[in-house]
């Protein structure tokens, strides 16, 4: 007797879904896909349970005849590609003709179904694998289906799906995903008849994130437009400069109108945002991607929504230009322009720690202009700002010509600076001071062979050393934004920090940018040790930056309330 067996298709199929359908929003995910092959304008979805109980997906697309409806629930019977070589150029989300007999293997479901050519409909009921009836009902076009019982005639699966809450987060978030896709159609999206969201289609983007995100994420974001090279289109919404998520969720990436994630779009975007918001965290986006089909790999796992490109550094190339673009044309805080008039005060190129005399140091040859963060008062005038007072905690209360604004002054400080140290490097005129007294430098092997290493960068950065022995270094001269007095402990961070974080010391343009926010953290001031003037004309230099709205490492520099705000608020 041959111990080998063909599989009974139940048996096969319950194998499959097991790939196919790993939990409730699975099912939601590969039912939704089907509704939008099928062309609908309106897809509604009710869940129960988190989708234990029930799931109900119910379109307006093209429908099925009876034929169709029952060749369906066959393994491999798909209307979507009829040769291999099809795969190429899939535009359909589905296509491998096995989520319909997957499901229906592991649930109680009921297929109702309609084409607009037929004057009724068609209902398939089975259990588990196995048909219960089929007959005629009557109904408008299009196709419900019904999902029950989830995994109840495979009890061993039931225990790997989470809590209700858990579950029903997975589905909101897909539906989400998808709802967002596609401005085209309208979603409804319902717990136990609780109505969870209602997008029209046909809606702007903004009031289509407003619909499905909340208002106050659509607060967050700003239109970006449509940017094009080569083959490739990319609009969406981004997140305004210093708003920023501990996670992914919302950074949303879209491709050929298919929510994907991909590691290249999202690290594109998050390397974008690069001085707005805090290292680690991620930026808020909408993304939408057009690419040729071609250019994008899709068949991979059929749960996973991971695509890869051909040519991946192009795409990333393309996306991180973009947005670089769109985010200099805000002036990086998103925030009105008209607000804000330039003005030619300079930005202040020297800077002074807080926690010394504003003296020069007496070891310095030639004393560095003194901080130039003073000009005349009358200058706010023209910005727009109006100082009223100081706040607890280094911050500053101002009047602007729309409502009011908080100005955090450290952080304000530190953008300024950091710009200005950035600007130095660019225009490769980095000031040096050398030392009347040179300073010794005893270093242990690991930050020698660094200082060693890294002598070229060190020195076009305004350092220069003198090497006396082994391990044993002389200061001759700093670059002047660099205060004397701290200049050993902050060589020292230096290169333990260039020794940890090679990667962002290894390009000149990263090394430049990392020691710039290595001297802003050591040297910005505090607000009590600046006068009023010296405040206004923080915030004149300020609004000369790139990026007024943040701190180099992404932190609001200010917060703004307009009158309308306020209006609202006292409603
Ligand atoms: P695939 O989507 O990979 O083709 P499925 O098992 O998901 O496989 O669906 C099988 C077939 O059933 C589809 O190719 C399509 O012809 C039909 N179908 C499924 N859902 C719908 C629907 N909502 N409206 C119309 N036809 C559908
Ligand atoms: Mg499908």
Same mark, same amino acid.
Request: hydrophobic share 40%.
């Given at each position: 007797m041959s111990l080998i067996r063909l599989l009974p298709p139940t048996v096969a199929n319950q194998i499959a879904a097991g790939e196919v359908v790993e939990r409730p929003a699975a099912v939601v995910k590969e039912l939704l896909e089907n509704s939008l092959d099928a062309g609908a304008t309106r897809v509604i979805i009710d869940f129960s349970r988190g989708g234990k109980a029930s799931m109900i997906i119910e379109d307006n697309g093209q429908g099925m005849t009876p034929e169709d409806a029952a060749m369906s629930l066959q393994r491999h019977a798909t209307s979507k590609i009829r040769l291999a070589s099809d795969l190429d150029r899939i535009?359909?989300?589905?296509?491998?003709?096995?989520a319909l007999p997957s499901i229906a293997s592991v649930a109680r479901f009921t297929l109702q179904t309609r084409p607009s050519s037929s004057t009724s409909g068609w209902e398939i009921a089975v259990n588990a694998g196995r048909i219960l009836h089929q007959r005629e009902l009557g109904m408008a076009p299009g196709t419900r289906i019904e999902v029950t019982n989830l995994f109840h005639p495979v009890p @061993?699966?039931?225990?790997?799906l989470k809590s209700d809450e858990t579950e029903a987060a997975h589905i909101i978030r897909l539906v989400r995903l998808y709802a967002i896709s596609h401005p085209e159609v309208g979603f409804l999206l319902r717990e136990d008849g609780r109505e969870i969201f209602r997008s029209p289609g046909q809606v702007p983007l903004l009031e289509r994130v407003r619909a499905i995100w909340g208002q106050q994420v659509a607060e967050e974001v700003s239109l970006m437009p449509l940017f094009e090279r080569s083959g490739m289109r990319l609009s969406g919404l981004l997140g305004k400069p210093g708003v920023s998520r501990g996670t992914r969720q919302d950074l949303v990436t879209v491709v050929n109108g298919r929510p994907v994630d991909s590691r290249t779009m999202a690290f594109a975007l998050t390397e974008s945002y690069h001085t707005l918001i805090p290292k680690g965290r991620y930026p808020l986006a909408f993304a939408f991607l057009e690419i040729?089909? @071609?250019?994008?790999?899709?068949?991979?796992?059929?749960?996973k929504r991971e695509v890869r490109f051909r040519d991946e550094s192009r795409v990333r190339g393309f996306i991180i230009e973009s947005v670089l673009s769109f985010l200099r044309s805000q002036g990086g805080d998103g925030l009105p322009r008209q607000t804000i008039t330039p003005i030619e005060t300079p930005v202040p190129l020297s800077i002074e720690p807080?926690?010394?005399?504003m003296a020069p140091s007496p070891l310095v040859a030639q004393p560095a202009p003194t901080t130039s963060i003073s000009s005349p008062v009358t200058s706010s005038v023209r910005l727009g700002w109006k100082f009223l007072h100081r706040l607890r905690g280094d911050k500053a209360l101002f009047e602007t010509p729309t409502g009011f604004a908080i100005l955090n002054i450290g952080f304000a400080h530190q953008r300024v600076l950091y710009e200005s140290i950035l600007q130095q490097f660019s225009e490769q005129k980095t000031v040096s001071q050398p030392l009347l007294v040179s300073v010794h430098l005893e270093l242990d092997p690991l930050p020698a062979a660094v200082l060693k290493e890294k002598l070229e960068f060190l020195t076009t950065a305004g350092f220069s050393f003198e090497e006396y022995g082994r391990h044993f270094w002389r200061i001759v001269a700093l670059p002047t934004w660099l205060n004397p007095d701290v200049a050993l402990s902050f060589i020292r961070d230096l290169l333990g920090e260039m020794a940890r974080r090679e990667g962002d010391f290894g390009r000149p343009t990263l090394a430049h940018d990392a020691l710039a926010k290595m001297a802003v953290q050591r040297a910005y001031r505090k607000g009590d040790t600046l006068s009023d003037a010296e405040l206004l004309a923080l915030v004149q230099s300020l609004f000369q930056t790139?990026?007024?709205?943040?701190?180099?490492?992404?932190?609001?520099?200010y917060l703004e309330w307009t009158d309308a705000d306020l209006d609202r608020r006292f409603g």
């Amino acid at each position: 007797m041959s111990l080998i067996r063909l599989l009974p298709p139940t048996v096969a199929n319950q194998i499959a879904a097991g790939e196919v359908v790993e939990r409730p929003a699975a099912v939601v995910k590969e039912l939704l896909e089907n509704s939008l092959d099928a062309g609908a304008t309106r897809v509604i979805i009710d869940f129960s349970r988190g989708g234990k109980a029930s799931m109900i997906i119910e379109d307006n697309g093209q429908g099925m005849t009876p034929e169709d409806a029952a060749m369906s629930l066959q393994r491999h019977a798909t209307s979507k590609i009829r040769l291999a070589s099809d795969l190429d150029r899939i535009a359909t989300f589905g296509f491998r003709g096995e989520a319909l007999p997957s499901i229906a293997s592991v649930a109680r479901f009921t297929l109702q179904t309609r084409p607009s050519s037929s004057t009724s409909g068609w209902e398939i009921a089975v259990n588990a694998g196995r048909i219960l009836h089929q007959r005629e009902l009557g109904m408008a076009p299009g196709t419900r289906i019904e999902v029950t019982n989830l995994f109840h005639p495979v009890p @061993a699966r039931l225990k790997f799906l989470k809590s209700d809450e858990t579950e029903a987060a997975h589905i909101i978030r897909l539906v989400r995903l998808y709802a967002i896709s596609h401005p085209e159609v309208g979603f409804l999206l319902r717990e136990d008849g609780r109505e969870i969201f209602r997008s029209p289609g046909q809606v702007p983007l903004l009031e289509r994130v407003r619909a499905i995100w909340g208002q106050q994420v659509a607060e967050e974001v700003s239109l970006m437009p449509l940017f094009e090279r080569s083959g490739m289109r990319l609009s969406g919404l981004l997140g305004k400069p210093g708003v920023s998520r501990g996670t992914r969720q919302d950074l949303v990436t879209v491709v050929n109108g298919r929510p994907v994630d991909s590691r290249t779009m999202a690290f594109a975007l998050t390397e974008s945002y690069h001085t707005l918001i805090p290292k680690g965290r991620y930026p808020l986006a909408f993304a939408f991607l057009e690419i040729d089909p @071609a250019w994008v790999d899709v068949n991979v796992h059929p749960a996973k929504r991971e695509v890869r490109f051909r040519d991946e550094s192009r795409v990333r190339g393309f996306i991180i230009e973009s947005v670089l673009s769109f985010l200099r044309s805000q002036g990086g805080d998103g925030l009105p322009r008209q607000t804000i008039t330039p003005i030619e005060t300079p930005v202040p190129l020297s800077i002074e720690p807080a926690h010394t005399p504003m003296a020069p140091s007496p070891l310095v040859a030639q004393p560095a202009p003194t901080t130039s963060i003073s000009s005349p008062v009358t200058s706010s005038v023209r910005l727009g700002w109006k100082f009223l007072h100081r706040l607890r905690g280094d911050k500053a209360l101002f009047e602007t010509p729309t409502g009011f604004a908080i100005l955090n002054i450290g952080f304000a400080h530190q953008r300024v600076l950091y710009e200005s140290i950035l600007q130095q490097f660019s225009e490769q005129k980095t000031v040096s001071q050398p030392l009347l007294v040179s300073v010794h430098l005893e270093l242990d092997p690991l930050p020698a062979a660094v200082l060693k290493e890294k002598l070229e960068f060190l020195t076009t950065a305004g350092f220069s050393f003198e090497e006396y022995g082994r391990h044993f270094w002389r200061i001759v001269a700093l670059p002047t934004w660099l205060n004397p007095d701290v200049a050993l402990s902050f060589i020292r961070d230096l290169l333990g920090e260039m020794a940890r974080r090679e990667g962002d010391f290894g390009r000149p343009t990263l090394a430049h940018d990392a020691l710039a926010k290595m001297a802003v953290q050591r040297a910005y001031r505090k607000g009590d040790t600046l006068s009023d003037a010296e405040l206004l004309a923080l915030v004149q230099s300020l609004f000369q930056t790139t990026q007024p709205g943040t701190d180099p490492k992404g932190r609001r520099t200010y917060l703004e309330w307009t009158d309308a705000d306020l209006d609202r608020r006292f409603g």
